[in-house]
Structure formats: C-alpha cells, structure tokens
C-alpha cells in the first residue's frame, strides 16, 4: 500500500491484519471438517459441504477437494457426484480467488462436458460461472460471449432467461444502456423461477441506480432482498442489501447505508468470502466519505481511506482488478478532499491504466473526472478541463455523473475566466437535473429522496449560475435564477410536509 500517506498506510494495515487473524482462524476451524467415505458416502457429503458454503467456505472446499480425491482413486471422476463437486468448487474460487484459477477450473469443467452429450447440465453452469468469474475480474467482453454460450445450451426457459439477463447486464456495464431495461422489463412479465426472478430484480436495481432511478432501483431491490429471503439464500440476500445501501448513500441517508453495507461485511468475514469483503470494505469507504459522526462536522476521511485500502487489497488478492480500481477512484476522491492533490492525481493515473486494460468506461470516466479536480487543485485549469471533457465524452445516460462534469466544466472555465462557456455548462447542468428530478415526477417517488436530490444538485447548481451571472454584470437574470431556485426548494420541503395542499383549491 506503498500509494497511500503513511498514516492510512499504518491503520489499514491495522484493519487488514485483524481481518486476516478472522479468516486464519476460520481456516483452522476447517481442519476438523474430515470427510472419509467410510463414515459418510458421497451424495451426503456433498450436501454437507453445499450447507457449510454458508458458514465457513474453507471446510466446503475441504470436504470437497476430499470427494473429487476419492472419486479419482476410484476412477470414479466421470460421474455426476465428480461434476457436481467440481461446480462447487468453482463457486467457492469465485468468492475467495484467486479468480485465474476459477477461469481455468471453469474451461476445464466446459471442455470435459463437451464430451459427453449427458452433461449439458453442468455444462450450462460451467458456462455461467464461467461468466461470473470474468466477470467479478473485470473482463466484460469474456463474461458477455460466455453466458452467451450458455443461452446456446440452456434446455430450460427459466437457465435461458438467467443467461439473458446476464448478457444485457454486460451491456450495461459496457456503458452501453440503449434499450436495457425495457429488455429487461419485458422478462419481468414472463413466469420465472423464483431464483431467476430474485437475480433479474436485483439487475434491474443495479442499473436504475446507476441511472439514477433511485425510487426505482430502491423498490427493485427490496423485492430482490424478499426473494432472496423467501429461498433462504443469505449470501445473495446480503449482497442485494449492499445494493440497496448504495441507493440510501445516493439518496442521503448514509446511516442507513452503512447499516446495510456493515451485513455484507459481517456475513461475508464470517464465511471467509474474501470476494464480498473486499467489496463490502470498498462500499463501507466510499459510505464513510459523507457520513458525518455525532458531534462532527465533517466525514471521518481517515475512516473512509482505512476501508478503501483494506478493500483495494482484498481485491487484488481475488483477482477482482475493477473494484480494485474503484476503490484507487475513491482514495483519490478522499485525498482530493484533504487536499492531498498530488497523491490524487498518480492514483487516479494508476485507475486509468486498469479501466483501459479492462475495458471500463465508467471506471475510466469516473477517473477522468477526479484527475481534473485534482489538477484543479494544483492550479492546472487547463488540465483539469481537458480530463473533465474526457469524461463528458464518454458518460452516456449516467445523469448524476453527467451533471457532476458539467459542474466541474463550468467551475474549470470560470476559474480560467471564460465566463460564456462557464455559463454554457451551468445551464447544461440546471438541464440534466431536471431530468434526473423528472425519474421522480414518474415514479412513486419518495419525497426524502426528491429533496435530498435537490439539496445536492440543484442547490449548487443554482449557486454556482448565480455567481457566473455576477461576474458577467448580469445581476437581473441573476436575481431571477435566485428566485426560481428558493422556489423549487420551499415547494419540494412544502410538499414532503402537506402532500394535500387543499388550501390551494
């Protein structure tokens, strides 16, 4: 962690050492999880170790391994107990890495059943984990034509909808969202398995976050969570919780994220799901960026950098090379704001360089734009303004992120006195938020979330036009944007209190 200051270098290794002691500790609890074919036969054993996947992931992989041992001594492998243990294994790689070694278990497990005409079963789930692997690594392209293979093979409607619903889903994250979700809505109409039901809501909510459909992303969600809990399947019920933490952060409500993001955190240490750790640590960071403590004036940024790193690390370590990057995204974010601004700046670099390896347009745009504000920092308003379009290029339908960087592009040309164009950007921003503002008018949106998307992006807006409109003697039009900003906000804080104004009949 050699990037970091050298405080936050000590207290995330403080954190990581504790989180090590816990997973050591949970690995040593899996020696006595002994499985001997003598005792217990195989069909048992496998059950056995697909139960303990929910409490300690190591003794899984233990009884596991010992199976597919037995079965090979007994050369027994082509059977459907030696697949069966191989798909499980290949789960359990997904979530504790290295992710290189879940793709090469994958492709073995997809050549193997190629061979045999009985095995499309696994074959399919091969395919699909396949996806998954690549997928947690970043690798969007890979993911896409392997669930693609699977939609080939799938003799179900219910494994042909989950493969669909995997590759639009990498469209998205290809930040390419033409159309995603009215294909998706259309799967919602069709009668699907409840699991299959649980992981299309929970896409959906993914990507109406990330579209800025909070109220949207918000109901999805907790229908996902209510799937997810009526199957009893915890892990995925916690990750969809996360989700919904992100959506509560977006919203402003941040205790209530960390409350969220804290499960994740807690039920993935617990099982050694070292994948979903460092995903959790990476979210309970970026969270801890804006909560404010009781008493405290402003975010505990040191709290926020012990998390992103340990989260960082985490994933490295898996193989998970995006939220690595994210969590890079981030720190830079928290240095920018403590003023670190030459930190920032090699950390956003070092994002870039992975989001271009990956192919991540949104990890590489979200990095452009805090390049800027750290080169702002450094008084290089040229620079900043060329990473800010950069960014603007290539943002495509992500409304907050849009009006972000023409926020940022309208402070760059202020700063270097070309008020027309500052101006120009500022209205661009006024534009897109009323867009985002609009997701509520059509949605049953709620009405905290409607003035907490006001507070944080029209207010400083509005602010930031006034002052340009200033600075180009236009003290009128500026007076007027004044009053049409204090209007939408007592009329948002109105309607939150009276949502019946009958006095105005």
């Known amino acids: ?16 050492g504790e989180i090590r002691r816990r997973l050591r500790a949970l690995e040593q609890d899996s020696c ?14 496998i059950f056995r170790a697909q139960l303990m996947k929910n409490t300690n992931l190591f003794a899984s992989k233990k009884i596991l391994d010992s199976v597919v041992e037995y079965l090979k001594d007994t050369k027994i492998e082509v059977s459907d107990y030696f697949y069966q243990c ?45 996806g998954e692997a690549y997928q947690s690594g970043g690798d969007i392209v890979n993911a896409k034509t392997s669930y693609q293979a699977a939609k080939q093979i799938a003799t179900s409607i219910g494994d042909r909808t989950n493969a669909k619903i995997h590759i639009v889903w990498c469209r998205h994250l290809k930040n390419d969202n033409t159309g995603v979700i009215d294909k998706l809505n259309k799967i919602c109409h069709a009668d699907l398995d ?3 039901k649980g992981t299309l809501l929970y896409v959906l909510g993914c990507i109406h976050r990330v579209l800025a459909h909070f109220e949207k992303a918000e109901e999805m969600l907790h229908n996902a969570c209510q799937v997810f809990s009526e199957l009893g399947n ?8 996360s ?93 920018i704001k403590g003023k670190h601004f030459h930190e920032a700046l090699q950390l956003c670099k070092k994002r870039l360089a992975i989001a271009k390896e990956t192919g991540n ?33 290539i943002v495509g339908e992500r409304y907050l992120d849009k009006a972000w960087m023409e926020h940022e592009l309208a402070l760059d040309y202020m700063l270097l006195g070309d008020y027309e164009c500052a101006l120009e950007y500022a209205l661009h921003e006024l534009s897109t938020n009323s867009t985002i503002q609009s997701h509520y008018n059509t949605t049953c949106a709620s009405d905290k979330s409607k003035v907490a998307n006001f507070e944080k992006n029209h207010a400083r807006c509005f602010n930031l036009l006034q002052y340009i409109l200033v600075e180009m003697g236009k003290h009128e039009v500026a007076l007027v944007y004044a009053d049409i900003g204090r209007a939408l906000s007592i009329s948002d804080l109105f309607f939150q209190q009276a949502p019946s104004p009958f006095w105005l009949l």
């Not at 962690?1 to 290794?13: G, V």
């Not at 190629?114 to 699909?128: G, N």
Request: with cysteine.
């Open 1 to 16: 962690m050699e990037f970091l200051l050298k405080n936050h270098e000590d207290s995330a290794h403080t954190l990581l």
């Open 32 to 45: 006595v999880q002994q499985w001997c074919h003598s005792d217990e036969n195989v069909s048992d054993a």
């Open 86 to 130: 191989q798909i499980e294994c290949l789960s359990i790689y997904i979530q504790q890495g290295p992710l290189t070694t879940a793709i090469t278990l994958a492709q073995n497990i997809v050549d193997q059943c190629k061979q045999c005409s009985t095995r499309t079963r696994y074959l399919f789930q091969a395919c699909m984990l396949l």
């Open 194 to 196: 409840l699991s299959v």
């Open 234 to 241: 915890k892990i995925k019920f916690d990750i969809c919780q």
């Open 243 to 335: 989700e919904l933490g992100r959506v509560y952060r977006a919203t402003g409500d941040f205790s209530k994220a960390l409350e969220l993001q804290k499960e994740l955190y807690q039920s993935a240490l617990k099982r050694g799901d070292i994948a979903n750790l460092g995903i959790s640590c990476s979210l309970l960071g970026f969270t801890y960026q804006y909560y404010r403590p009781l008493h405290s004036s402003n975010p505990d940024l040191n709290l926020s950098v012990q998390y992103l790193a340990v989260g960082m690390q985490l994933s490295i370590e898996v193989g998970a090379k995006d939220n690595a990057g994210w969590c890079l995204n981030n720190i830079a974010k928290a240095y």
């Open 361 to 393: 347009t949104t990890g590489e745009g979200t990095a452009y734009g805090n390049a800027g504000l750290a080169c702002r920092g450094l008084g290089e308003y040229n620079q900043a303004a060329e990473y800010h379009r950069s960014y603007l290029k």
